[in-house]
């Protein structure tokens, strides 16, 4: 059965008093539920959210934490709060529960058509509330696992809007934007921080970073008939970068993933891996889009990398990807 994405249910009436910054960090999944049914439905809620990234290291993009719904009062000003429990198990949590959904989703539960209830800004600022609930205990754990990579994306989308909030609160560079599109033809949204580090106009090469850790974006591009994008010529295109600019980086091949993605409005191939320099004993992950674009006849490539020893790198990649995202070959009046 297909999930029902009701996220709009009205569950309780809040007044319109200022909510207070929600506690916890962005990337912590707290959940409150009674302790004898977590110890049998916890594995699957891990297993939803605690998604594993390689950065040289295992990074999860969220780690999920448990708490007792008897200390509501306090937890449910966490950031990312989920609430789970089922009838057939009466605890404080299914009664908890009861008080917060209206009749109609009671009888959407107990019907067997609805076990996720979303909403936003419930009892915290930038906060995301997931209500898991059944009639009986096995049936959630079905509706769970079926729905998964639903349940993980949207809480990963609320992820990187909160990043993207974030990473644009201090300002934009707008005057760099508009020079890199007026001497380029391309662009990107960059937040304050990030600095032309290089440029080889003549070579159709920009590199921008931001350092403390070190992290950057490097855009190539070349003039070409040629339309295809294979993997091959991006993993080369990227060793031959790395050579050429970074002192010889390279990717390590048995790390490294390739995928087909949107980006830039436009079909590409995604490059997911690590990246190593055997003369600088360093290394870490990275992320490169390949694309042709038919209006410019051009092949782009952009693409961003993380040096950060000693720290999870997994947030700055992200913060990374996310503005790599908002490259654009527009012109600005319709960019902007």
């Keep these: 059965m297909r999930m029902r994405w009701l996220l709009l249910l009205p569950l309780i009436l809040l007044g319109c008093a200022q909510l207070p910054e929600g506690i916890g960090s962005n990337h912590e999944v707290m959940v409150l539920a009674d302790q004898e049914q977590w110890q049998r439905m916890g594995g699957i809620v891990r297993e939803i959210f605690e998604r594993e990234v390689f950065t040289a290291q295992i990074e999860k993009v969220f780690t999920v934490k448990q708490r007792s719904t008897q200390e509501f009062d306090f937890y449910k000003k966490w950031k990312n709060l989920v609430l789970l429990a089922s009838f057939d198990h009466p605890g404080p949590t299914s009664r908890l529960l009861d008080q917060f959904l209206s009749a109609e989703a009671k009888e959407k539960v107990s019907r067997g058509e609805a076990f996720f209830f979303a909403r936003q800004n419930v ?3 930038d906060q995301e509330v997931f209500f898991f609930l059944a009639q009986e205990e096995e049936v959630l754990a079905e509706k769970l696992r079926g729905n998964g990579d639903r349940i993980f994306n949207l809480m990963e989308e609320a992820l990187n809007n909160k990043i993207r909030n974030m990473l644009y609160a201090k300002g934009e560079q707008k005057k760099l934007e508009k020079r ?3 001497d380029f033809g391309w662009t990107l949204r960059l937040p304050s921080g990030y600095v032309v580090f290089k440029e080889f106009p003549n070579e159709n090469f920009v590199w921008l970073r931001k350092q403390q850790p070190h992290r950057w974006i490097f855009v190539h591009w070349g ?3 040629d339309v295809s994008v294979t993997p091959e010529s991006c993993m080369n295109k990227r060793d031959e970068i790395g050579y050429a600019y970074y002192e010889g980086d390279q990717i390590v091949t048995e ?3 390739v995928g087909e993605v949107e980006f830039a409005g436009r079909r590409a191939l995604r490059l997911v891996g690590l990246w190593e320099n055997t003369r600088t004993y360093m290394g870490g992950p990275f ?7 038919e209006r410019a006849r051009r092949r782009y ?4 990398a993380v040096f950060a020893a000693g720290v999870e790198k997994e947030p700055y990649l992200r913060q990374l990807d996310l503005i790599a995202h ?6 600005l009046e319709v960019w902007k």
Excluded: I, K, N, Q
Aim: proline share 3%; with cysteine.
């Design 223 to 225: 003039e070409t008939e």
């Design 123 to 125: 009892w915290a600022r």
């Design 180 to 182: 890199l599109f007026r």
């Design 301 to 304: 490539m952009v693409d961003v």
């Design 326 to 331: 908002t490259f654009s070959t527009a012109p």
């Design 287 to 293: 992320r490169t889009y390949c694309f042709y674009d």
């Design 255 to 257: 790390h490294t993933t």
